[in-house]
């Protein structure tokens, strides 16, 4: 995951500090607005009315401009190599797939329904193939026919890992586990459609061949990733900088780094297309170096909202939450913050030195350096998101996480070191990313929890922007220490192998690039992940996630700081409204609409006063906004 990065440990430990004080102020600042939390005079709809619900629908008209501000550009906006959630999400825009997920808000938005495709798949051969039929009308924007051999080969490109990267590859895994075919580019085939497990027996018709059943493939062939592309506009690399639509708007400009602008797909028909409504005539984004920049221009109403959707900053979010708390929503994330602790580094690989630090770490102060129930997210009690079936919440707490142990429990911590040999406590160092401030204050935190039970950790801030190659190399972790990992992680897709497959599968345990941190090779765990895949029905699977939960849960692998949840801004301008779990709790851009095609310029607000923005003094140095994520990463 790209990250912003500011060097200087000295510099990042007083950033650290500073952001615990800024968000301790927003923690505490949850009203004294005028609104009330309800509507406001400049038409903002109210606080939280468009999470997990639809806001103003009724109002968006057909016209206008929409738009966007960003601290980061997408990693990509070729569909094969995005991997960025709100990259995911703004794709939708010039790219369409078999299956989308639904344009409803909350749970809803994350079932599957029919795009190009007629209707869902037709499953077949035990759970092994899959075929749909693409409906009429559909159409490229030079307005040639989108064909099955389109989705085949904008599918192949997955393989093209070595020119193509980034992406994520579950088709490439699904469909060919073994790796046999190379990719389009290195295809000997005449038509470059070599890859034998889907077949086009006709434009209209798609099949897919999997050598081995999977329950969650519908899941992938709903990401952006099995888009369709056409061969003769393939620009291989540099397809990212005008990708070729096949949705309702098309690429007039982009500027990486700088600026997009999208406009209306002439040839896209809406009766091809029951997903997508087109609102608005052109579409906006600007990026921003100066973040503080674009706080100030979602409070001047020059823009309607963030693309990266990770949140507003401290101070940001302060002036907001006091000033203007109708145009807030509070959803959560789909993330779980978290610490691991890898198995290589003793004590660790006895359960019962993990379960002191479980027991004896202060989860309110956590909270509170995650920032607070409002910024932060509710106590995490286990490793399931909310929005992954299976999931049972804060219900199931089995350290009593938000109960009696919330502020730690020093004698059952205690007890638990005697039983794993360590009566008098040990040594060890948590690792946690130098860029970012807030992963910084909560090893704070649970650095002064732990030394209260005898266990003295010391905190090594390493390289946020290397953090594949220095916590995802297991020898280089056992190498360092490192006992503690501070991390997080959100679906890719709404389901537990589209969550914890990679965190918690032994077959995912890599030499490098490695994402199960702790080390986790259970059978039981690694069987109830292969009974998962072969499961068809959807209560089957759902028991089955929760089983795997438990698992993870027992085996003490994990202290869950947060459910995450943000502070998002919400223009006075903008209709038809709502968070998606599709999008990890994000806004679901497709159908935004505006409430007035000329977008009208409100009243200036009060600007941010100096130290107030990201960066300024007192307003933590070196935060950087909730870097953009992948939805499965970090």
Not at 514 to 536: E, R
């Amino acid at each position: 995951m790209t990250t912003q990065r500011t060097s200087g440990r000295r510099k990042k430990a007083f950033a650290a500090a500073a952001a615990v004080a800024a968000l301790l102020t927003t923690a505490a600042c949850g009203g004294s607005d005028d609104n009330g939390g309800g509507g406001s005079k400049t038409g903002a709809a109210g606080f939280d009315a468009a999470n997990n619900k639809v806001a103003q629908a009724s109002l968006a008209k057909k016209g206008g401009t929409l738009r966007f501000g960003g601290a980061q550009d997408a990693d990509s906006w070729d569909t094969t190599r995005g991997y960025y959630g709100f990259m995911w999400n703004f794709a939708r825009y010039y790219s369409r797939q078999l299956v989308t997920g639904k344009t409803e808000p909350g749970k809803t938005g994350a079932e599957l329904t029919p795009d190009l495709a007629t209707g869902l798949a037709k499953v077949s051969d035990d759970g092994k193939t899959y075929t749909y039929t693409l409906r009429d009308g559909i159409t490229w924007e030079d307005g040639k026919p989108i064909t099955s051999k389109d989705v085949k080969y904008g599918i192949e490109r997955v393989w093209a890992q070595d020119v193509l990267s980034g992406g994520p590859t579950y088709l490439k895994d699904f469909l060919d586990p073994k790796g046999e075919y190379k990719g389009p580019y290195k295809d000997t085939s005449k038509d470059k459609l070599g890859l034998k497990s889907i077949t086009t027996p006709d434009d209209k018709t798609i099949e897919f061949h999997l050598p081995k059943a999977n329950s969650d493939f519908q899941e992938v062939l709903g990401l952006v990733s099995a888009s369709p592309v056409r061969q003769d506009k393939d620009t291989k690399s540099k397809y990212g900088l005008k990708p070729f639509s096949s949705g309702p708007y098309k690429f007039e400009s982009y500027s990486p780094g700088k600026s997009l602008t999208l406009v209306r797909n002439t040839e896209w028909k809406q009766s091809s297309d029951p997903i997508r409504k087109a609102y608005p005539d052109k579409i906006t984004v600007q990026f921003f170096s100066d973040a503080n920049q674009l706080d100030q221009r979602l409070l001047n109403g020059d823009l309607d909202l963030d693309i990266n959707q990770t949140g507003m900053s401290p101070q940001g979010r302060t002036t907001a939450l006091k000033e203007h708390k109708a145009n807030l929503d509070n959803p959560v994330s789909g993330y779980i913050r978290y610490a691991t602790f890898p198995q290589s580094v003793k004590p660790f690989d006895n359960a019962e030195c993990r379960k002191a630090v479980i027991l004896g770490a202060d989860h309110v102060s956590l909270q509170t350096a995650r920032g607070g129930p409002v910024a932060g997210g509710d106590i995490g009690t286990n490793m399931l998101p909310p929005s992954v079936p299976g999931s049972e919440g804060q219900k199931y707490d089995p350290y009593k996480i938000s109960g009696a142990n919330k502020n730690g429990n020093v004698e059952e911590a205690k007890a638990a070191l005697k039983a794993c040999g360590k009566p008098n406590g040990f040594s060890t160092t948590i690792a946690v990313r130098n860029n970012k401030p807030v992963e910084v204050a909560t090893a704070q935190s649970l650095q002064a929890s732990l030394k209260k039970i005898g266990i003295n950790a010391q905190i090594d801030q390493f390289d946020g922007s290397q953090t594949t190659g220095i916590i995802g190399s297991p020898s280089n972790v056992k190498k360092k220490g490192y006992g503690i990992i501070i991390m997080g992680w959100g679906p890719d897709f709404p389901t537990v192998q589209g969550f914890g497959l990679p965190l918690w599968d032994s077959k995912y345990i890599a030499e490098s690039g490695n994402n199960n941190f702790a080390l986790i090779d259970d059978k039981t765990i690694d069987g109830l992940f292969d009974k998962y895949v072969t499961t068809l029905d959807e209560s089957g699977k759902t028991q089955i996630s929760t089983e795997i939960n438990h698992k993870v849960m027992e085996g003490a692998y994990y202290l869950p700081f947060t459910f995450e949840k943000f502070i998002n801004w919400r223009g006075d301008n903008l209709a038809n409204v709502y968070t998606s779990d599709n999008y990890s709790g994000m806004y679901d851009f497709v159908n935004l609409g505006l409430k007035s095609a000329i977008t009208p310029r409100p009243p200036r607000r009060r600007p941010l006063t100096a130290g107030e923005g990201r960066g300024g003094v007192g307003g933590a140095p070196g935060w950087t906004r909730g870097a953009p994520r992948p939805r499965g990463g970090p």
